[in-house]
């Protein structure tokens, strides 16, 4: 099935600095969303973006969407200890009832 | 309640054993979702309902697994003689439109078969 996926690295940073982490897909979609989810269970709504919008900011989060070459990127600056997570986008595809999920990227930020 | 409810919280049975999970949404969100999690992986899509109807079960793995919702609200996942390999986290949301736009996820059923 067609899904979102991130580039399945572990990220590491330094309290402070920003991370940014990249998610692809495969088709036309309505939106792309973005979730955290720490120590393994519920995942949390960071960012909603729209495909005819280009970027969004919410907050620390700056998301990006180039539907020309099917991609989207997710970065938090000035990260702090509590943005520990795994971060996952999600896909709406056009005529689709179902989210789909990436792998997720874990991001470890070291006080 | 405040948020998405599941229910266990963690559950351990013996192969072949039946098992069922309960989700309680966010009151009036008309949407609901079943995803499940193996270990490090994504999240893997296995129902949608609608009100109480169940457009998409396209998702369920085999015909162990079966999902209703009653009342728009409650639902109750069932899997039939667990196997090992049903050993996830199994996760619902809920949304207030069936627009797939912001899911609010419950905290998850660990289900480990042993």
């Known amino acids: 099935s067609q899904q979102g996926e991130e580039d399945p690295q572990a990220l590491s940073i330094q309290e402070g600095e920003n991370a940014t982490m990249n998610c692809s897909y495969k088709?036309?979609?309505?939106?792309l969303q973005w979730y955290r989810q720490n120590s393994g269970r519920g995942l949390v709504h960071l960012i909603l973006?729209?495909?005819?919008?280009r970027e969004k900011h919410s907050g620390r989060l700056r998301v990006t969407l180039d539907t020309s070459k099917k991609s989207s990127s997710l970065l938090i600056t000035a990260s702090r200890a509590a943005d520990t997570a795994s971060y996952f986008c999600?896909?709406?595809?056009?005529?689709?009832?179902?989210?789909?999920f990436g792998k997720g990227n874990q991001v470890v930020v070291i006080p | 309640g405040a948020g998405v409810s599941q229910s266990p919280s963690n559950k351990v049975t013996e192969k072949g054993k039946d098992v069922e999970l309960r989700c309680d949404p966010i009151s009036g969100h008309t949407a609901l979702y079943w995803y499940r999690q193996s270990l490090g992986q994504g999240l893997e899509f296995l129902i949608y309902?609608?009100?109480?109807?169940?457009?998409?079960k396209s998702g369920l793995p085999s015909d162990r697994f079966s999902a209703e919702r009653t009342g728009g609200s409650v639902s109750t996942l069932t899997i039939q003689r667990t196997q090992q390999e049903d050993s996830a986290v199994y996760l619902c949301a809920s949304s207030l439109v069936s627009t797939n736009e912001k899911l609010f996820f419950g905290s998850g059923t660990q289900l480990s078969v042993l």
């Open positions: 088709t036309s979609i309505n939106n």
């Open positions: 973006i729209r495909s005819n919008e």
């Open positions: 999600a896909t709406d595809y056009y005529g689709n009832n179902r989210l789909a």
């Open positions: 309902f609608q009100g109480n109807s169940a457009p998409d």
